[in-house]
């Protein structure tokens, strides 16, 4: 009796093992981007870190007992390229998409992978409407969209310097005056304040005294300002001479540390917002190290964001013991992860929470993360 | 009202520094009827000169007012031996070349200037320290005027004044004044025409570096690339008072700089130089020759 369960137990721990290699069920998961072409600097990295999660998950033994797969797809950026690839990634059978890299091609992907039902986290693509448009539930993406600085600094006058009369001033450029745009239909949206003044002015002029003095005269509350660090320091310093105090706010084109230098005393109390720095990161500095042991030199852009991607997405489908959809969004949008952004999760539109940009301010002579 | 006067003298300060270095533009152009594009650059090699003067004044803790007036007195001696150089190397051997020559020469100068300051200091914008002290007496009024627009305002007017006076009562302003009537003419007379080009360079980098040290010391930064717009500014103002005439540039500087200081304060800053061109395009339908400017039919 004794002999027959050793064998007995034997044979079902050899059916077990057995069970798990000969279904050869490997957890494919699908990774997107341009892989040749002119911008495949942007899409390497993530394909990369997407791998190194993989390595580093099966080395552990893999997400519900099976071997994860990385199936990488080159979509070269295109559009065009990017639905057959979508439609190869489907008929493989994948469980999920890091992807794609490019807003264009990321949106004219989405509806294939909506109709598989899969999800799709993108490290990469920032357009704003991918998740404020409500039209993919299935999308997700691990970095700020474009507008989330000017969301950040909206919320940030409007409820921590609680302002109710706000001037904006732009340079004109693209990225000055896309940002004030911006900046000012979310405060608009807000109903909290008012914008009295939307003025650009002409990079480069001698002086800004008249545009100064009519700040002074509409009297604001706060001036936000979108541009680059040379205006920016030549405005502050004509403010402050002319004794006007208000706060002054700016986005990432002057979070730089050669606006404190020209700016000198005046810079004292300046708000910028800018990437959240994750480099001191425990999280990212291992990823780090995994790179530089597979791969040499510097991963490249979106690499922490790719990573922080694959974690995500393999964190939610090893929390939800599934790999159906509808789980696999529920785990994604209501379990915390770790991952070299930072401990992570989904709102119901797919941007993450906690990634992005923060609010500094120039105290002794530095930019200091407002808490 | 008090805005009225707050937009006067920011129009003024501005107005001031246009004037100081469209005379460069115009006293060239009175003399050899050469558009200087190499002008702008002058005032910025000025402007960094006063720095490189004011930090070794630092260095050597000199007060703040004898830093201003070494800056001041440096840099313009300084420029002006850029503005002589670049006159005997880029111009002087054009001088009976075709018109189209030495402009050509002067568009190359420009450049040339631009990038051996880039290559030689940076390409960032550098802190420029203020050396304008906080005057006492003026605190009643520094709502409508800072120390540093008071000091702009003034000296400009200073200069302008001792140039009238150094073109009408010296001898070497009368050979100028000689000179640019008939060239020929001076030249039969005995006037050594070479040597009042040469004082023209001088009088004219000289008053471009005043400006910018001035300008420098009150926007607080420079960097290799400023003399392009105020050098485009200058030029319309000289052309708006009428190129050629030492008071048609100071009128002309002073309305462009009112016309974007009152653009800016009550319409929108988006359109001062909409409105500066604009009324540049208006003087020029009625009055050709600018403001102050003569019509010579013989030139055109």
Known sequence: MKFVSKVFSLMVCFCLVAGSVFAQDTLKIGVAGPYSGDLASYGIPTANAVKLVAKKINAKGGVLGKKVEVIAVDDQCKP????????????????????????GATKAALPIYKDARLVVISSASTNPALTESGEYPNFFRTIAPDDAQARLDV????????????????????????????????????????????????????????????????????????????????IVTTMRRKRLKVPFIAGDGVRDVSFIKVAGRYAEGVY???????????????????????????????????????????????????????????????????????????????????????????????FVEVK | MDYF??????????????????LGYTMVYGIIELINFAHGEIYMLGAFTGLIVAGICSVL????????????????????????????????????????????????????????????????????????????????????????????IVVTAVAMTVLTLFIKYTKIGKAMRATAQ?????????????HVISMTFIIGSALAALGGVLIGSYMGQINFFIGF??????????????IG????????????????????????????????????????????????????????
């Open chain 2, 182 to 194: 008939n060239r020929k003419m001076a030249l039969l007379c005995g006037v050594n025409v070479d």
């Open chain 2, 61 to 152: 803790g000199l007060s703040l007012i004898s830093t201003l007036v070494l800056a001041i007195v440096i840099a313009m001696i300084y420029a002006s031996a850029y503005g002589v150089t670049v006159e005997r190397i880029a111009y002087r051997p054009l001088r009976n070349a075709p018109r189209l020559s030495p402009l050509i020469s002067a568009i190359g100068m420009s450049i040339f200037l631009q990038n051996y300051v880039l290559l030689a200091q940076t390409s960032k914008f550098v802190p420029f320290p203020n050396l304008i002290p906080d005057f006492a007496f003026m605190q009643p009024f520094e709502d409508f005027i800072g120390p540093s627009e008071l000091v702009i």
């Open chain 1, 80 to 103: 065009e390229l990017a639905t057959n690839v979508a439609t190869k990634l489907v008929s493989e059978g994948v469980v999920g998409v890091i992807g794609h890299i490019c807003s």
């Open chain 1, 272 to 366: 910028a917002s800018g990437p959240r720095d994750v480099s001191s990161n425990p999280e990212y500095k291992e990823a780090l190290a995994e790179y530089q042991k597979a791969f040499h030199g510097k991963p490249g852009p979106f690499f922490e964001n790719g990573y922080a991607a694959a974690e995500a997405l393999l964190n939610a489908i090893e929390q939800s013991k599934s790999t159906k959809y509808e789980d696999i969004v529920k785990a994604l949008r209501t379990k915390y992860v770790s991952t070299p952004l930072g401990k992570i999760k989904f709102d119901s539109k797919g941007d993450a929470e906690g990634v992005g940009f923060s609010v500094y301010q120039v105290r002794g002579g530095k």
């Open chain 2, 229 to 242: 717009i105020a050098g485009i500014k200058a030029f319309t103002a000289a052309v708006l008072g009428g």
């Open chain 2, 5 to 22: 006067w707050d937009l006067f003298f920011s129009g003024l300060t501005r107005g001031s520094i246009y004037a100081l270095i469209a």
């Open chain 2, 245 to 300: 005439s030492i008071p048609g540039a100071v009128l002309g500087g002073l309305i462009l700089g009112w016309t974007e200081s009152f653009a800016t304060g009550y319409v929108s800053s988006d359109y001062q130089d909409v409105f500066a061109f604009c009324l540049l395009v208006l003087i020029l339908i009625f009055r050709p020759a600018g403001i102050l400017g003569r019509t010579n039919t013989k030139k055109v």
């Open chain 1, 155 to 234: 919320d940030f006058v409007l409820n921590r310097l609680h302002a109710k009369k706000i001037a904006i001033i732009h340079d004109k450029g693209d990225y000055g005056k896309g940002l004030a745009m911006m900046e000012k239909k979310f405060i608009e949206e807000s109903g909290k304040a008012k914008v009295i003044l939307f003025e650009g002015v002409t990079p480069g002029a001698i002086d800004y005294s008249a545009v100064v003095q009519k700040i002074k005269r509409n009297r604001p509350d706060v001036v936000m300002f979108g541009g680059y660090h040379p205006e920016a320091a030549k």
